[in-house]
């Protein structure tokens, strides 16, 4: 009589694991950008499972100005950045983000402040803004995660990199040095690129020989975005994909003139619609950058909006409690209301689930 094959449900692989797994980081070789508009790629190691990345970039900028400086642009300085994506040869994409996404996607977190340049080169991000008539070099330098798992605590989600048949590729595609700043034409503004790398360093973890160590493999998370014109002069709904489990949804909102909207600007509530009749989420713009505050410790920047279903207490450690499961809706939409045209961008987190 054959032996029945044990089996394990996702908390006791998840139990197992944390006992028996060993935590690696691990810095790839770096890549230099000699201009921009360059696209750079990183191979990743076929070994263990990849939990996060922390991308690393340093680049020097020679900054023209008659008023001395130059100022920096309030999501400075991940606009220099036009795409990061994380792509498997399968057709799995789990991140396809801009640069400012990215940092909008990880201002949901303790301390969002530290993503906010620093007054110095210890901080997570520095931009110097010094500028002559002449010309003076300034230094720029960051780094930014891309969590791949769903949190520091719980393994889901995870990369399988072991694996001799998937490829993982980290694609960085470079924008111009001159958008981590505000040009002012009137000062004579110029930003001229003078050097740039990108460093990667991958948190992997071990895969664990024994029985049921290897964590549930069935979810996959995704990081993606996407934006759409709005027309104003009353209700404006942006249509969501469905059929994936939501976690986080945020929202940049700006006028025609890149202007971000702040709470003031919009003539009633913001809504999330499940099949263009329940809305249970119906709350006031104001009051929903306080929640975030409240959440946070830090006001989120003008024009964006968040929300987070991930958050019951602490930042991404929620339960699934109020997940939204749209693989159940027909319709799921955001309603606002303006009086001036624009654009919105949405940046989600989501989980699909994998047919076993």
């Not at 004579?188 to 740039?196: C, L, R």
């Not at 759409?228 to 949804?249: A, E, M, P």
């Not at 509530?269 to 929640?291: G, R, S, T």
Request: a neutral charge.
């Amino acid at each position: 009589m054959a032996q029945q094959k044990e089996q394990y449900t996702p908390q006791q692989r998840a139990m197992i694991w944390a006992s028996s797994t060993r935590q690696y980081k691990q810095t790839l070789p770096t890549q230099v950008v000699t201009q921009e508009g360059m696209t750079l790629d990183f191979a990743l190691p076929k070994a263990r499972l990849l939990t996060k990345i922390m991308l690393h970039v340093k680049a020097v900028a020679t900054l023209k100005s008659s008023s001395g400086n130059i100022q920096r642009d309030p999501m400075s300085p991940y606009g220099i950045l036009r795409r990061v994506e994380l792509n498997l040869n399968n057709g799995f994409s789990p991140y396809i983000v801009s640069g400012k996404e990215l940092f909008m996607y990880n201002v949901l977190r303790q301390h969002p402040d530290v993503l906010l340049p620093g007054t110095n080169k210890q901080s997570l991000n520095y931009v110097e803004n010094v500028a002559t008539t002449a010309g003076k070099d300034n230094e720029i330098q960051f780094s930014i995660p891309i969590p791949v798992s769903l949190n520091d605590r719980d393994p889901v989600g995870m990369v399988m990199l072991q694996n001799n048949t998937a490829n993982v590729n980290l694609s960085i595609a470079v924008d111009s040095l001159a958008n981590a700043y505000k040009l002012n034409a009137s000062n004579g503004d110029q930003v001229i690129f003078k050097s740039m790398s990108i460093t990667p360093v991958i948190e992997t973890f071990s895969i664990p020989s024994v029985p049921g160590g290897q964590p549930d493999m069935s979810v996959l998370k995704l990081v993606q975005s996407k934006s759409d014109l709005f027309s104003g002069g009353g209700q404006n709904i942006l249509k969501l994909n469905v059929g994936t489990i939501y976690r986080k949804l945020l929202f940049y909102i700006e006028d025609s003139n890149g202007k971000p909207l702040e709470p003031k600007d919009f003539t009633g509530n913001m809504e999330l619609v499940f099949n263009q009749a329940d809305a249970p989420y119906n709350i006031k713009p104001e009051i929903l950058v306080h929640e975030s505050h409240d959440k946070l410790g830090y006001p989120l920047p003008l024009g964006m909006y968040c929300f987070d279903f991930s958050n019951q207490g602490v930042p991404n450690l929620g339960g699934s409690r109020d997940y939204i499961d749209s693989e159940r809706l027909t319709e799921f939409w955001f309603r606002f209301s303006t009086q001036v045209g624009g654009k919105v961008t949405v940046v989600s987190e989501t989980l699909s689930r994998l047919q076993m």
